[in-house]
C-alpha cells in the first residue's frame, strides 16, 4: 500500500505540514543536524526526503552545498523557490551520482513508510549516494519509546485545519496503523498510513546489512540515547 502518494497530496495534509513548518524551530532543527552531521562550510548534504527544503534552504545558507530529494511536486515548488536544488523521485530510489554527498540527511520520522525490503532500499540508496566515512542522520521515533506510552487516539488543530488520528500497534508486523480524519472549512477528509517501528537494534541491523559499520544513537537534544527519549536520532556511518 501506498498510502503516502495519496496522504501527501491531500490539500488538508499539505495545510497541516506547512503549518507544522511554520510552528517548528528550524534553527534550532539545523543546528542539531548540523553538530550530529559534524558539517563545517562546503559539506556536500543530500536532504532526503526534504519536503520543502526548510532545512535544506538553511544548511546552504551556512554554507553547504544541499540539495533535496522529494516526491510531493507541491513541497517541491517551495523548495525551488527557496533557493534549494531538488529532484523529484522516490527515495528507495538512487537519483544521485555515487559517492556525491559527505552526509545525507533524513529529517521528521520519514523511514519506515515501506515493506522491509523497500526500507533497505531506502536506506541503500542513502549509503550509495555518501563518500567513503560518510555519515547518514535518521530523526526517527522508535519502539523502545513509543510503545512503552502508547496513545491509540490524538486530536489537535494547526493551519486551520482540525485533525484526528486513530492509532493501532500491529505486533506481527511491527507497524502503527493510523486512520486520520482532516476537517478543513467544514469538508472530511480520512486517509490511513502504516509506519514500520523500528527498535534501535532493529535499525542499526538493517543500516549495517547495507554498509554502514559505526553509530552513534542520541536523542532529541543530541545527548545518549535513552529508552524514554520521545525521538532518537541515529547517526550511522560509512567504513573509510
Known amino acids: 500500500m501506498e498510502w503516502w502518494r495519496e496522504m501527501f497530496s491531500l490539500p488538508a495534509w499539505q495545510a497541516v505540514q ?9 534553527d534550532e532543527d539545523v543546528h542539531h543536524v548540523w553538530h550530529a552531521l559534524a558539517l563545517s562550510p562546503g559539506a556536500r548534504v543530500l536532504d532526503v526526503p526534504c519536503g520543502t527544503g526548510r532545512i535544506a534552504a538553511r544548511l546552504r545558507e551556512r554554507g553547504c552545498a544541499a540539495v533535496g530529494i ?3 511536486e507541491a513541497f517541491l515548488v517551495v523548495a525551488r523557490a527557496a533557493g534549494v536544488p531538488v529532484v523529484r523521485g522516490d527515495m528507495r530510489s538512487q537519483l ?3 559517492s556525491a554527498f559527505d552526509a545525507v540527511l533524513c529529517w521528521w520520522g520519514s523511514f519506515g513508510y515501506f515493506d522491509e525490503h523497500g526500507d533497505r532500499a531506502q536506506a541503500a540508496a542513502a549509503a550509495a549516494a555518501l563518500i567513503p566515512g560518510g555519515r547518514y542522520l535518521i530523526d526517527v521515533p522508535v519502539a523502545d519509546s513509543v510503545l512503552t506510552a502508547f496513545e491509540p487516539e490524538g486530536a489537535w488543530e494547526v493551519g486551520g ?11 506481527d508486523t511491527r ?23 523500528y527498535t534501535l537494534v532493529e535499525l542499526m541491523e538493517l543500516l549495517s546489512d547495507v554498509g554502514f559499520v559505526t553509530f552513534q544513537a542520541l536523542d532529541g537534544d543530541l545527548e545518549s540515547f535513552q529508552a524514554a527519549a520521545p525521538r532518537l536520532r541515529l547517526v550511522a556511518t560509512m567504513p573509510d
Open 18 to 26: 506547512l503549518a507544522w513548518e511554520d510552528a517548528d524551530d528550524t
Open 70 to 72: 522529494d516526491a510531493t
Open 96 to 98: 544521485v551520482r555515487p
Open 161 to 171: 485545519v482540525q485533525v484526528h488520528e486513530l492509532r493501532v500497534y500491529d505486533e
Open 175 to 197: 507497524r502503527i496503523d493510523t486512520t486520520w480524519t482532516f476537517t478543513l472549512r467544514g469538508e472530511e477528509e480520512r486517509q490511513t498510513t502504516s509506519m514500520r517501528l
